[in-house]
């Protein structure tokens, strides 16, 4: 049975629930169309957004990189010693593909300014200098089997992913990428889909982190007037 949350969060109007949906497993070359469409069958409707973890996008995707086919370099593991416990990045292979995308001078520069940040009582330099090359890394804990020792990219095109699944489901769709610590960003969203109200609402992180298989979050409006998740788009 579905469970329903009341989100009650600084500027999420009264009246939006989140209903968690147990998803079979994703699998690369899966079509999401069909998979979401199978999940929230009679949970979902015209008004709904349906939020999907962007780590279930990814797979589908084939956008991950087993961990074992990285060689991190030296620098990859000094840096990753580094990373905070929580970061994505504090696995050498994974910090080694930021190092690929963004290139050892750009790391190295990131490093040397995030040392005079931290002198100047500024933390966090190194990852506003390569945001968004991390950011596009979900590293391999937490992910489930057979899928624990994939490293996570971003997922391709997600507007255009969101608006196919869309087209498909029958309701507003938004690929998330939310976590414990209350950060829920929106990387994709279908027409019309508030995407600010959604990312405020998935503060709680409802997909959860571990193995609840729930990929995918139902946001419903139960409340009065108009319904704020999604505006209604010109033809």
């Not at 889909?193 to 995918?216: A, F, I, W």
Request: with cysteine; hydrophobic share 45%.
């Amino acid at each position: 049975m579905t469970r329903s949350l009341a989100v009650r969060r600084s500027g999420v109007p009264s009246g939006i629930i989140a209903l968690p949906v147990r998803t079979r497993l994703i699998r690369h070359g899966d079509d999401l169309g069909e998979v979401i469409g199978a999940a929230v069958r009679g949970i979902a409707g015209t008004g709904d957004v349906v939020a999907i973890s962007e780590t279930a996008v990814a797979i589908a995707q084939g956008a991950f990189v087993a961990a074992e086919h990285v060689r991190p370099s030296k620098l990859a593991y000094l840096l990753a010693r580094r990373a905070g416990a929580l970061a994505t990045v504090n696995q050498p292979e994974s910090m080694q593909l930021v190092i690929d995308d963004v290139g050892v001078p750009k790391t190295l520069y990131a490093v040397a300014m995030h040392v005079v940040g931290l002198l100047r009582g500024k933390r966090g330099v190194f990852y506003e200098i390569l945001g968004p090359a991390i950011t596009a890394i979900d590293g391999y804990t937490g992910t489930l089997p057979p899928y624990e020792r994939a490293i996570v990219l971003a997922p391709l095109q997600p507007d255009e992913t969101s608006e196919a699944i869309a087209t498909r489901v029958g309701c507003g769709i938004a690929i998330v990428d939310a976590n414990d610590l209350e950060r829920a960003v929106v990387l994709g969203a279908s027409q019309g889909v508030d995407r600010g109200l959604v990312e405020r609402s998935l503060l709680d992180n409802p997909h959860g982190n571990g193995d609840e298989q729930t990929p995918v979050v139902v946001l419903k409006w139960r409340g009065h007037g108009r319904n704020p998740l999604v505006a209604e788009v010109a033809s």
